[in-house]
Structure formats: structure tokens, C-alpha cells
């Protein structure tokens, strides 16, 4: 459902929460992330104890259905408060573990630290069901995925620069008390951002609420061929995701034994990629959809295993390689994997309805919950026990990564049973991610959203005009909407440049085009016939005899660019008996347009009033070039005619004269032809310069009927003949073109 929230109150209440994402955001680096694998591996904690402890992020997912049961007692808002309160508290016992480890109780302080992230992720697990209703109530409209996906921004800038702090503060080979001190600024700010969520509006009471039991909703999503698809490749993309980022870390430590201080360094490369594709995400995610970049970011993900799978053991001591290896290494894999666990709550949350998303949310968490600690439980296990067997670290990492990359192989080739939800095929979005056409109509289309100037307007529809994009249609209809008509207007020009026209843009223009006479509606008619939008045609029809002339010369020559031939004798009539010189002329060119020589001689009647409007000879002339298929190469010659009428006769016996010599070097020793190539030079000389045009027109009618349709010769031949033409040096010049154009032939 929508947002109740007024377009105010919705700003607020965002803001609000990206201020409280953002502090969040840095309590939880300061108390979780890498900062506890670190932390534990100083402890020298095994790989299956450093696998437990991050399992438990995962397995915090399992607590949601208390979460659930407790919203009965408490607002959504309030159990995430307290939740987030009591989540910072719980890690109060790890700042004692410094205490224990300095003492020689090592594994005491293990299981303390255990202890603290337990609870830690306990309280999360409950808070973690308001996340999804918040996160629903707050991103609603047109920019759903670009807000989800900011806010995921804010996560991974945040840790990036968190991390960067971190690989400053703990060089090499930090104290343990340093840790400490870390932790307890993270329970700090933990306590802040649990505050700071007083002031989002509750999600309206039937926000995602729907009856039954966990097992029930499982049954019920299940049920559900598209639910069930996500959930089962989702599974295993959150196995993948979960293990790559979390034991990036361990082999970073263990394969290439870096210090805490460079792996947090190598975090800030991760937090880096995660940024950049979270910003690619939000640039395209509303304009391509959410699956195509879920499966762009699966396939980085695949890619980003290979440096690893591939990397030479004869390198693992060499500074100079490793130290560059990481930091592409952690980039990529969370450029790919964190754009990943991005996207795939925009697909799910636009593929659940809204009166499930308390119970589908929780069951997605269930199911990410179960991959990741899954995943990290048992990646830890593969590690050991491959270390018991003497196995070296460098090849257990390696196959441990081949795994992974098979395990997202098997996703890409199923990747076919997600349903679209509009969104452009993978190859599409390809296509639009390496186009710049289609990435600056993008980058106008945002700017048009954002602007409130109506100058910027016009210059970004200007703009949008000359950067046709598919993309573009959504947003170039919506400002077709607008009140002021020179927007509306740059709106349909720039549709109409457009490739293709999408269906509700064909809709749209049919209604402007039946509503709105003497203002867009003559736009719409122009769009619609340059893009063959043949179900237009009876409106078409009506429209043509409108008393909007500008309305009704558009509609004629579209019905021309729809091939309408029934309706051309209809046309004449019309151009018959107007005064309207426009009219007149767009009826020209439409006969130009359906390029029938048949139309010929209507249009010299044309020409035979007295002064007929200025520009309406030229248009004549023009439509004639284009039946008799010259129009490209006469127009040059009659802007010429146009500089300096004088040179008309020069003009014309220039192309005579070459059209005489290249058909004479193209028939050496043949006489077939020779005499009417011959004859043309002196006809065109007596017709040019004396106005005698019977060698012009017998030349004419000599022609092969193959080479010329009759219809053709006889309207020109007597065109010729005609003194009422005499003095039309124009029409005159196209003729001896003509004549020159078909012996070159």
C-alpha cells in the first residue's frame, strides 16, 4: 500500500532516518563487523570459533519471530528502539575481556566475548523485524529502489570511512585495551542511534500484518512460484556472500599474514567498492529494475573469486604483489557481493505484496539468516579440518573459493525462473550500463525530476530531445502532464525522437491527440505517424478536416506515413479548397510522402493559380523530387537556383552536359542510346533558354517504358509543353534534372 504520509512528513521522516542509518552505521562498525573477527583472531581464536561468531550475525535473523510476537505489546518503532538500546548494552561484558586475556585466561575472555556478541545479536535479531515495515512505509514512489538503495549507501560509506579510522588507530599489532576503547564508542553510538529513532512515523497498522505461524507462512510464500524462486537462489547467494566477505579477512591474515592494521586498511578498499556499486545501483535501479542488476552483481561476484582461485603460491611473500592484490581483492568482492545483499532486499521488497511484508520479511531474514551462518559455520569447519589433515592454508583458501564460484554458477544458470517485475532482460541493462546515450538521459531525466526552475526544464527536455533514450519514456510522460504548454510540449518532441514508443506512451499521445486541439494536439499526431502507429488512423482521419489547421496538416501527413492510400484523394480535396498556405503546403509534402506518381498532376494544378503563397512553389518542387525519387541530389541544385535564379539555364546544361559524357564513358563501342544521349543537350538548351520545350518532350516520351512509368513521361511531357510554366525556372530545372538523372542511369 501507499505511504499516508504527506510529501512533508515523508521528507522528515527520511531524513530522520538517514540521519539515524548513518550513526547506526558507525556504532555497528565499531562493535561488529571485522572489528570481532580482528579482535578474535588477536584472542587466537580457530577458524571455527572466528566462523561462530560471525554465524551469529546470521543467526540473529532466527529471533525475528519473537520480534514479531512482541509488536503486539509495542509499537513497531518503540520495540526497535528498545531493541537497539539493549543490543548496544550487550556488548558491555567484551570491554572486559582485555582484563581476562592480560591475566593468561584466554579462553575465558573467548567465551566472554562470545557471550557479549551473543546477546548483541539476540537483541538485533528482535529489533530486526521493524526493519523491513520501516523501510516499506518510507520508501514509496517512483524512487523506491534509488531511496532502499541509498540507504545502503550510507551503510557502506560509513564503514568504509570507519575502516580507514580503524586501520589507523590499530596499526600492526594493537593492545588489546585499544580494542576495548573502540568498542565502548561503539556502544555509545549505539545508545544514540537507538534515541535518534524517536520521531519516525509508526507503519500504518496493516503494514505487512498478516496471521499465522511461521510454517504457515512458509507454506503460504511457497505456494507462490515466484516467492519460492527468489528464496531458493537467494539462499544460495547469501551462503556465498556471507563466507566470501567474512573469510576475506582470515585469509588476508592466515594465507599472506598481514597485521590487524593493513586488513582494516583493505576494508576501506572493500568499503570503497561497496560504495561505488551502491551508487551505480541507485543511478539505475528505478530505470532498469531490480533483477538485471541482482544478477550483474551475482555475476562480479563470480569474478571476483577468480583472482583468488588463480593467485601464483610464488607471489604470497612479495609485498610489491600482495599489498596491491588485497585491496583489489577486497574491493571487488564487496563491490559484487555487497551490491548483491543490496539489490536483493529492492527485488524482494517489490515482490512482496504490502499486507505480507511483516511475515515475508521475516521469512527472507530466516532464509539469509540460515545461509550466512550456515556458510560461516561451515567454511570455518572446511578450514580446520583441511588444516588437521596438513593441508597448507594457501590450497584449502583455494578450494574453498572454487566452491563458492561453483555455487553461483549453479544461481546464473537458474537465473532465468525470477520473474522480471518490469524490468529491462540482463542484456538490455548491459547494454544500457555501457551506453552513454542512455546513461546521460538518465542523468537529465534526474536532474528534470529535481528541478524547479522552468528555464532548466526546457533545456533538459531540449537536452532529452537530442539524447533519444527507451528510458526516458516515464519521466517524458510525466512531464507531458504538466501545466505549463511549453513543457508539455518539449515532453512529446523529445517522445518523439525516442527509437520506439512504449505502450503508455501511445496511449497518452491518442488522448492528447483527441483533447487537446490547439495546443499539443498537432505533436501527437506528428509522433504518431513517424511512428507508424497505425491503430491512430480513423482519429487521424477525423482530424485531418479540423479547424486547427496546424492540427490538421500533422494528421495528413501522418496518414502519409502510414501508407493510408484509400484517404489521398481526400487529401486533394482538402488542399483543394483551403486558403491555409500551411495547410496547403504539409498537403504537398504529404503527397511527397506517399510518393505516388499518380499525384503529379494534382500537384502542377497547384501551381497554376495566380501568386500562389510564398515557399509553396518550393514545397511543390520538393514533393515532385521526392515521387520521382531525386529529392537528396536536386535539393543542393535548387538552393542554388534559390542564391541566383539567373543561373537556372547554366545549371540545368551543366547536368546535361555530364550526364552526356558519363553515359558516353560507360557505352563505349555501343550505339544503343548514343542518339537520345545526343539529342538531350539541345533540348535542354531550347528549353532553358528559348522556352521551347518539343525536343524536351518528344526526348521524354522516347524514353523505354521500362526505364520510366508512362504516367510519368506523360504528365512531364505535357508539363513541358504547357506556356502557363514557361516561366517557372524552378520546376523547369527539376525537369531537366530529371531528364539528366534517368539517362545517367
Known sequence: MGSVLSPYRLGKARNRY????????????????????????????????????NALVYASYFLMPLGKSLCKLFPIVRLNIIA????????????????????????????????????????????????????????????????????QIINNAVAM?????????????????????????????????????????????????????????????????????FMALFFLVALVTATARIFIVVYARQVFTQGDGMVSLYTVFGG?????????????????????LYLTCIIVGLLSLLPAIFFPYGAVDNAATVVPFLSFLFFIVNFGFLGVQGIAQTYFLSLVPAEGMLNLGILYYFFYGIAGAGGSFLAGLFLDAFAGMGVSVFI???????????????????????????????????????????LRAITLLDRLKKTEDSDEEELLLEALHETPSKLAVKGLLDKAKSPRLSTRSDAIRAMDALPNLSEDAEKALMLDLINNP???????????????????????????????????????????????????????????????????????????????PNSLSVLTDILRVEDPPPYLRDAVVLAMARILDIE?????????????????????????????????????????????????????????????GTLLAQWILALPNDAVREVVRIVLSEIVLDDEFASYDRLKLLIVYWAAHTLKR
Open 272 to 292: 570503497l567498492g561497496a560504495l561505488m556499486m551502491g551508487l551505480i545501483i541507485k543511478f539505475l535501479v528505478d530505470r532498469v529494475g531490480a533483477k538485471p
Open 161 to 229: 570511512f570507519a575502516s580507514f579510522a580503524l586501520a589507523m588507530l590499530l596499526g600492526r599489532n594493537p593492545p588489546l585495551a585499544l580494542y576495548a576503547l573502540i568498542i565502548a564508542a561503539g556502544i555509545a553510538g549505539g545508545i544514540c542511534s537507538g534515541a535518534l529513532l524517536r520521531g519516525i512515523p509508526e507503519p500504518h497498522k496493516d503494514a505487512g500484518v498478516s496471521k499465522g505461524g511461521l510454517w504457515t507462512i512458509t507454506r503460504e510464500a511457497f505456494s507462490k512460484p515466484a516467492i519460492r524462486n
Open 84 to 151: 537497539w538500546i539493549l543490543r548496544a548494552l550487550s556488548m558491555t561484558p567484551v570491554l572486559f575481556v582485555p582484563v581476562l586475556a592480560n591475566t593468561g585466561r584466554s579462553g575465558e575472555a573467548l567465551a566472554l566475548t562470545l557471550l557479549g556478541v551473543s546477546l548483541f545479536h539476540v537483541f538485533r535479531g528482535i529489533g530486526m523485524v521493524a526493519n523491513n515495515p520501516i523501510l516499506n512505509e518510507l520508501a514509496t514512489g517512483g524512487d523506491r529502489g534509488s531511496y532502499l538503495t541509498q540507504t
Open 518 to 596: 490547439y495546443t499539443t494536439a498537432y505533436l501527437s499526431a506528428r509522433t504518431l505517424g513517424n511512428h507508424r502507429y497505425f491503430p491512430a488512423i480513423p482519429v487521424l482521419r477525423e482530424l485531418a478536416a479540423s479547424g486547427d489547421y496546424m492540427l490538421a496538416g500533422e494528421a495528413i501527413i501522418s496518414l502519409a506515413r502510414l501508407r493510408d492510400e484509400a484517404f489521398r484523394p481526400e487529401i486533394e480535396t482538402i488542399i483543394a479548397g483551403t486558403e491555409n498556405p500551411r495547410l496547403k503546403i504539409m498537403g504537398v509534402e504529404a503527397f511527397g510522402i506517399y510518393g505516388s
Open 632 to 692: 537528396n541530389k536536386f535539393y543542393p541544385l535548387l538552393v542554388r537556383f534559390l542564391e541566383d535564379p539567373t543561373q537556372a539555364p547554366a545549371i540545368a546544361l551543366d547536368e546535361a552536359e555530364a550526364a552526356y559524357e558519363l553515359f558516353m564513358s560507360g557505352h563505349k563501342g555501343r550505339k544503343e542510346g548514343d542518339e537520345q544521349a545526343r539529342a538531350l543537350q539541345p533540348a535542354v538548351t531550347a528549353y532553358m533558354n528559348e522556352s521551347r
Open 18 to 53: 538517514n540521519v539515524f542509518n548513518f550513526a547506526n552505521s558507525l556504532s555497528y562498525a565499531l562493535m561488529a563487523e571485522y572489528i570481532i573477527t580482528l579482535f578474535a583472531m588477536r584472542l587466537h581464536a580457530s577458524s571455527t570459533m572466528i566462523g561462530i561468531l
Open 396 to 438: 584449502t583458501f583455494k578450494i574453498l573459493f572454487s566452491i563458492l564460484a561453483l555455487i553461483l554458477a549453479v544461481v546464473l544458470l537458474f537465473q532465468k525462473k525470477l520473474v522480471s517485475l518490469g524490468s529491462l532482460p540482463l542484456r538490455g541493462a548491459l547494454e544500457v550500463m555501457f551506453s552513454f546515450r542512455d
